[in-house]
């Protein structure tokens, strides 16, 4: 915690904890009008008091309805904001959730609302309260559900959140000095009961962690293992696309095919990593099970088994030489969807499909037999099993008959790329 003669809100260097945004022309402050983001308002604003290049500062205050005095504490960070001199939108959740995943359903919409608010005033950074407590628990927390070294990174400076480019600020500041500025602004923070309630597994991780300060397991000291494990991460998810753009290829039919040897013999992370950005290109969906996928690197590299294995919607076989990794045909919806000329659809989260003429239809090639495939592949039909090409996205006409398969496919009668 700072001590000195000048205020909290100076001790704690507005300019320089602002200085990875002072080239953007706006920036927007999400204040729910807590403590810890009241004063990433009050700093911000002392930011912009000292640097009059600094950007012009939106404030968003999202009310949840989700409890009784919502809308007076939106109101008070409204009349604080104006006092400080600053724009403000408010914004409400139209539809308020209810049951499970309470929460997490919050944080969505808020996110949501302010992105679609942010367009509008043409702000493209959003900063937010957290601090070093919060990144504390995320990581203890993180640790505790098996996540890897990515997770174990915490909370980034820059992230993007429901398609909201986030800047956190304060991650390295102590809650307490926040509550100091706060105080010296005479402001008075409103307080969720939520941020008590057992119930939320944040808050048994916050009680948690005031205990370990004795033994030296403090906020500042997990904070610096994320940053230190956010360097490792960076440096493995670097040389895992160096590998990947060495190493492995996708073809017409989505499917990721690389030499099994090189695999074999790569660092196990990278060899895992590589593995997770095979299957997550296959499937168009990011590879959530960790432990699992570590299990099917092991065995593959073991080759504990000959036959195909499947994880996360991806089937992963090794033929002759050759790692393929591509959609599993049976997770797959089997409808075929109208193309119409002019209008493009992502098909299956993996290709954009745009149709040239009407009367077409996509779905998956499930029903495609050899003699077909090859008709319409050459060789390609050849070195691919009939499991991946039925995987493959393919376009049919009217009578039903399938006129292409995969991408490029026909551009006379549909565009197919791989999504981007």
């Not at 916050?206 to 370990?212: D, E, P, Q, S, V």
Request: glycine share 10%; net charge neutral.
């Amino acid at each position: 915690m700072l001590t000195g003669a000048l205020p909290t809100v100076d001790q704690l260097d507005p300019i320089g904890l602002f200085a990875p945004v002072r080239f953007e022309p706006r920036l927007g402050l999400a204040v729910s009008g807590g403590p810890d983001s009241l004063a990433l308002m009050v700093l911000a604003s002392r930011w912009r008091s000292l640097s009059p290049d600094a950007p012009v500062l939106n404030v968003y205050v999202f009310d949840h309805r989700l409890r009784s005095g919502s809308a007076e504490e939106a109101a008070m960070v409204a009349q604080a904001a104006h006092g400080l001199g600053l724009k403000v939108t408010r914004l409400a959740w139209e539809a308020p959730h209810t049951g499970a995943g309470l929460q997490a359903a919050a944080r969505a919409a808020r996110y949501r609302a302010i992105g679609e608010a942010m367009a509008r005033d043409g702000v493209g950074v959003l900063a937010t309260g957290h601090h070093s407590a919060d990144q504390a628990e995320t990581v203890l927390m993180r640790l505790a559900h098996g996540s890897g070294i990515s997770g174990l990174a915490g909370m980034r400076p820059f992230s993007q959140v429901e398609g909201v480019r986030v800047f956190r600020p304060l991650l390295d500041i102590d809650p307490a000095d926040l509550a100091a500025v706060v105080g010296e602004a005479g402001l008075e923070p409103a307080l969720d009961p939520s941020n008590g309630n057992p119930e939320f597994e944040r808050v048994r991780w916050r009680a948690l962690c005031g205990t370990f300060d004795e033994i030296g397991l403090t906020a500042a000291r997990i904070g610096v293992f994320a940053r230190r494990a956010g360097r490792l991460d960076a440096l493995a998810r670097q040389d895992a696309e160096a590998f990947w753009l060495t190493h492995c290829a996708v073809n017409p039919l989505g499917v990721v095919a690389g030499s099994f040897a090189d695999l074999n013999n790569a660092p196990e992370e990278i060899g895992i990593r590589v593995l997770s950005m095979a299957i997550e290109v296959a499937t168009g969906k990011p590879v959530r099970a960790l432990a699992a996928l570590e299990n099917l690197h092991e065995a593959l590299v073991a080759r504990q088994t000959g036959t195909a294995m499947t994880l996360a919607g991806a089937c992963i076989m090794v033929r002759n030489t050759t790692l393929l990794v591509f959609r599993e045909s049976g997770r797959m919806a089997s409808e075929r969807i109208a193309l119409v000329p002019g209008a493009p659809i992502v098909w299956d989260n993996r290709f954009r499909v745009c149709a040239r003429q009407a009367g077409y239809t996509i779905g998956p090639a499930t029903d495609v037999v050899r003699p077909q495939a090859a008709d319409l592949l050459g060789p390609l039909a050849e070195s691919m099993p009939m499991a991946a090409i039925a995987a493959a996205p393919a376009v049919f006409d009217c009578a039903g008959r399938c006129v292409s398969i995969g991408a490029p496919g026909d551009p006379d009668v549909a565009q197919v790329a791989p999504r981007a």
